[in-house]
């Protein structure tokens, strides 16, 4: 079972809209949970961070919610824009013997029509 | 800043070809990644580094190699490439000072094909 789930899977939205993107993890302990934006034949590029102590994160259009008790993430996209449109992915930062490993969900495919 | 550079960014290989990509960055990082991205499977780790002379199993380490001989360069061999190898690969490279942030940064990817 993947530690990291993401849903949905995919999403369509008209360009303006707002959306809402979830994560849900079970790996522990856990040091922190990234977002990440892959534009297509692209890297992926971090957007915000979170700690176990933060609630919400903002930046820019992007804000992100973190509840540590319930191990749930969610990213809004506020007045969406075509460049939104890539995968987004949820990243959290796991102990492993004495380093810290990314374990990461299989992502949220968005496209955004005009 | 160059950031995080993968060569080759394309290859095509015959089944039972060796093959090296070359990940580097210029950030002085203390960790480097490999990792292959699959259709519906996201970001797989295949081995990783935490520093100079130091190489790791991730998830799917079956079939690769890697060496870290100096601590900006990260390689990733495939000694004899099979078809369910290809793939596009990322490396990446984070701070190891930087526990509780830790962003990772990413290369442009390599598409690996082999027929």
């Known amino acids: 079972k993947n530690q990291v789930e993401q849903s949905p899977q995919s999403l369509i939205i008209l360009e303006g809209k707002n959306c809402t993107l979830q994560c849900n993890y079970t790996v522990s302990p856990f040091s922190n949970l990234r977002w990440y934006k892959q534009d297509t034949g692209r890297g992926p590029v971090s957007l915000t961070i979170m700690t176990f102590s933060e609630n919400t994160k903002s930046n820019g259009r992007y804000t992100a919610t973190l509840d540590a008790d319930t191990k749930q993430s969610s990213l809004h996209i506020t007045a969406s824009q075509l460049s939104d449109s890539a995968s987004y992915i949820c990243?959290?930062?796991?102990?492993?013997?004495?380093?810290?490993?990314?374990?990461f969900g299989r992502g949220t495919s968005l496209i955004v029509h005009p | 800043n160059a950031g995080v550079t993968q060569t080759p960014k394309f290859r095509v290989l015959k089944t039972g070809q060796s093959m090296t990509l070359l990940c580097a960055q210029d950030m002085n990082h203390e960790y480097m990644y490999w990792y292959r991205q699959d259709p519906g499977m996201g970001l797989r780790l295949i081995h990783y580094?935490?520093?100079?002379?130091?190489?790791a199993k991730g998830e799917v380490p079956d079939g690769y190699n890697v060496s870290r001989l100096k601590k900006q360069n990260f390689l990733l061999g495939l000694e004899s490439a099979a078809p369910s190898q290809t793939s596009v690969y990322f490396c990446?490279?984070?701070?190891?000072?930087?526990?509780?942030?830790?962003?990772?940064?990413f290369g442009e990817g390599s598409r690996l094909t082999v027929l």
């Open positions: 990243v959290v930062k796991v102990r492993s013997g004495g380093s810290y490993i990314p374990t």
């Open positions: 580094s935490v520093g100079e002379g130091t190489t």
């Open positions: 990446a490279s984070s701070q190891h000072r930087d526990i509780n942030t830790g962003e990772l940064f």
